[in-house]
């Protein structure tokens, strides 16, 4: 059994920012890529950043330069820094991860999300 609980969403005015987590917890024998995605009302998941596990990081060009993504391989925890956050952040995040839960065995997991509201 693999949990990923996020954290760090919230309401902040335009220009602010924020700093998300998402844990990893349970059966784990190793986590490859990390990512954060997002889902506006309306709107298809997109991704926002990955990373990984050599700390390769990638970015949606929307918010390069804003964001940027990390990891703790200790913790099993992925942070995403958003900085000059705008009214088009505004989101649903969902962290992903990708975990080795046994021989052969990978999966994505999901976390649960976290609203992020950015207002003008």
């Known amino acids: 059994q693999v949990q990923l609980v996020e954290s760090g969403g919230g309401l902040v005015q335009a220009g602010g920012s924020l700093r998300l987590s998402c844990a990893a917890s349970g059966s784990i024998f190793g986590i490859s890529t990390m990512g954060w995605y997002r889902q506006a009302p309306g709107k298809q998941r997109e991704l926002v950043a990955g990373i990984t596990s050599g700390g390769r990081t990638n970015y949606a060009d929307s918010v390069k330069g804003r964001f940027t993504i990390s990891r703790d391989n200790v913790k099993n925890t992925v942070y995403l820094q958003m900085n000059s956050l705008k009214p088009e952040d505004t989101a649903v995040y969902y962290c992903?991860?990708?975990?080795?839960?046994?021989?052969?065995?990978?999966?994505?997991?999901w976390g649960q999300g976290t609203q992020v509201t950015v207002s003008s």
């Open positions: 992903n991860n990708r975990i080795t839960t046994g021989p052969n065995t990978v999966r994505n997991f």
